[in-house]
């Protein structure tokens, strides 16, 4: 079952055509064949398969292809133009809004990111990143626990994965480029596969920080798979892994076990209260400065920002008298999502003829590679490893430095409404943003800079 998501009154002009396929003229002569998918719709939901954030609807959108030659205005592609609507952000853009410090660069440590299936063209597609937007050679190991698989171009799922490969990989390296980045490529997306690739990571202690951008509802994840991957997230805080996860795409919602429907729900892994869970917001900043402007929460016709309360975990400790429910907050923080304003993603959908393209990308799957670069650079900054950061977030928050170290995001919601194959239309109410934390974009975004200063404080 595939949902569309109903968004009538609040698309923009010419973003309508979002809901079936690609932009118009999105695939113009030279850009490479429309892939076999359509935007807007989200590979079949079962029990005991997690998919990609990314693709749930599909978050990301044909933006140009790269000549290799930089016009006068230094834009590379329409959208950087300023007052482009939409328009989309460099790594460099994002870096300012953010306040990322150009001095720290990660070097040293590990960014580790477990995907399923395989991207064939991530090395090249990097490639391209970097030597479209100024970046330096990234270090990049493929490691696949069990097996390389093999990739079908397709396979709507295996395409979907390779899209979220090359966010996760680029927008890591982005913020952290001096790190070394280990893709460790499960042979499948079922539960079983993707925690056979997250023990192998945990147990060989591959690095320092663990991004992980796609999950499901916690009801549709079996009760031996919640109890292993907890225990392997128990052992990751003893040996001091930052472990991230993205909240989800639907909203307040997730798909149902059987991909029939929408039920209200939080996703996991980013509900394990070892996790980091990351939503996601939509970012204006000035172009071509990106200076930082305002945030409101993530929801468009490409999607929402996850969050809401489990119903499996309790609420921890470090969420008392900052998170007012019985269950675990969702999301804690949150990153820049919002396909509308996009970070600017070099993605050939694992076909060598298409290197080259540029999508804008979002979702909250751009969350926690970004947030896994910024613990790399907090860690560079402390020479030792943070671990487990949650406990000294909610503790920031509960201090008057927390408006100098979040973007305390206070306006949007996440309820959103969806039509499934029958027509139906499936609505989630969810929750408002508001002051301090709330279960759309938790504590905010950071000044990452004005972050990892906190964080070195409090260690």
């Given at each position: 079952m595939?949902f569309?998501?109903?968004?009538?009154a609040l698309?923009?002009?010419?973003a309508?055509?979002a809901?079936?396929?690609?932009?118009?003229?999105?695939?113009?002569?030279?850009?490479?064949?429309?892939?076999?998918y359509?935007?807007?719709?989200?590979?079949?939901?079962?029990?005991g398969r997690?998919?990609?954030a990314?693709?749930?609807?599909?978050a990301?959108?044909?933006?140009g292809?790269?000549?290799?030659k930089?016009?006068?205005?230094g834009a590379?592609?329409?959208?950087?133009?300023?007052?482009?609507?939409?328009?989309c952000?460099?790594p460099?853009?994002?870096?300012?809004?953010?306040d990322i410090?150009?001095?720290?660069?990660g070097?040293?440590?590990?960014?580790v990111?477990?995907d399923?299936?395989?991207?064939?063209?991530v090395r090249?597609?990097?490639?391209?990143?970097?030597t479209?937007?100024?970046l330096?050679?990234?270090?990049?190991?493929?490691i696949?626990?069990?097996?390389?698989?093999?990739?079908?171009?397709?396979?709507?799922?295996?395409?979907?994965?390779?899209?979220?490969?090359?966010?996760?990989?680029?927008?890591?390296?982005a913020?952290a480029?001096?790190a070394t980045i280990?893709?460790?490529?499960?042979?499948?997306?079922k539960?079983?596969?993707?925690?056979?690739?997250?023990r192998?990571?945990v147990?060989n202690?591959?690095?320092?920080?663990l991004?992980?951008?796609?999950?499901?509802?916690?009801?549709c994840?079996?009760?031996?798979i919640?109890r292993?991957?907890?225990?392997?997230f128990?052992?990751?805080?003893?040996?001091?892994?930052t472990?991230?996860?993205?909240s989800g795409?639907y909203?307040?919602?997730?798909?149902?076990?059987n991909?029939?429907?929408?039920i209200?729900?939080?996703?996991?892994?980013?509900?394990?209260?070892l996790?980091?869970?990351?939503?996601a917001?939509?970012l204006?900043?000035?172009?071509?400065?990106?200076?930082?402007?305002?945030?409101t929460a993530?929801n468009?016709?490409?999607?929402?920002?996850?969050?809401?309360?489990?119903?499996?975990?309790?609420?921890?400790?470090?969420?008392?008298?900052v998170?007012?429910?019985?269950?675990?907050?969702?999301?804690?923080?949150?990153?820049s999502?919002d396909?509308n304003?996009g970070?600017?993603?070099?993605?050939?959908?694992?076909?060598a003829?298409d290197?080259?393209?540029?999508y804008?990308?979002?979702?909250?799957s751009?969350?926690?590679?970004?947030?896994?670069?910024?613990?790399?650079?907090a860690?560079?900054?402390?020479?030792?490893?943070?671990?487990?950061?949650n406990?000294r977030?909610?503790q920031?928050?509960?201090?008057?430095?927390?408006?100098?170290?979040f973007?305390?995001?206070t306006?949007?919601?996440?309820?959103?409404?969806?039509t499934d194959?029958?027509g139906?239309?499936?609505?989630?109410?969810?929750?408002?943003?508001g002051?301090?934390?709330?279960?759309v974009?938790?504590?905010?975004t950071?000044?990452?800079?004005?972050?990892?200063?906190a964080?070195?404080?409090?260690?």
């Open positions: 595939r569309r998501r109903v968004m009538a698309v923009p002009a010419g309508a055509a809901f079936a396929i690609l932009p118009t003229g999105a695939f113009a002569a030279g850009t490479g064949s429309a892939p076999n359509a935007a807007g719709r989200v590979p079949t939901a079962v029990a997690v998919f990609p990314v693709s749930s609807p599909l990301y959108r044909y933006a292809k790269l000549s290799g930089k016009p006068a205005t590379l592609l329409d959208c950087q133009q300023p007052g482009a609507m939409p328009n952000y460099t460099q853009e994002l870096a300012t809004a953010y410090p150009p001095r720290l660069t070097a040293g440590r590990t960014i990111i477990i399923a299936f395989g991207d064939p063209t090249q597609d990097l490639a391209v990143e970097d479209g937007f100024g330096p050679a990234a270090k990049l190991n493929i696949y626990p069990n097996g390389k698989p093999a990739f079908n171009p397709s396979s709507n799922d295996e395409v979907n994965w390779s899209a979220e490969i090359a966010l996760d990989v680029e927008s890591s390296h913020v480029p001096g280990d893709l460790v490529i499960a042979k499948s997306d539960d079983a596969d993707i925690l056979s690739a997250l192998y990571t147990r202690r591959l690095g320092d920080v991004s992980q951008s796609y999950g499901e509802a916690e009801s994840e079996a009760p031996s919640v292993a991957d907890h225990q392997l128990e052992q990751a805080e003893r040996l001091r892994i472990v991230l996860a993205s795409d909203g307040a919602g997730q798909p149902s076990c991909g029939s429907t929408l209200k729900s939080v996703g996991l892994p980013a509900a394990d209260p996790v980091t869970g990351v939503g917001t939509s204006s900043a000035s172009q071509p400065s990106g200076s930082y402007e305002s945030e993530w468009d016709e490409y999607g929402a920002s996850n969050g809401g309360y489990s119903k499996v975990f309790p609420r921890p400790a470090y969420q008392a008298g998170v007012h429910g019985f269950g675990r907050g969702v999301p804690d923080v949150s990153y999502g396909v304003n970070l600017l993603i070099a993605w050939s959908q694992g076909v003829a290197v080259g393209q540029i804008e990308f979002g979702g909250t751009a969350g926690p590679p970004q947030w896994a670069g910024i613990s790399a650079l860690d560079q900054a402390g020479r030792h490893d943070l671990g487990f950061i406990r977030l909610y920031i928050a509960r201090t008057p430095r927390y408006d100098y170290v973007h305390d995001v306006t949007g919601s996440n309820t959103a409404s969806y194959a029958s139906n239309l499936v609505t989630i109410n969810g929750y408002s943003a002051p301090g934390w709330d279960p974009t938790g504590l905010g950071p000044d990452v800079a004005h972050l990892i200063s964080l070195r404080v409090m260690h």
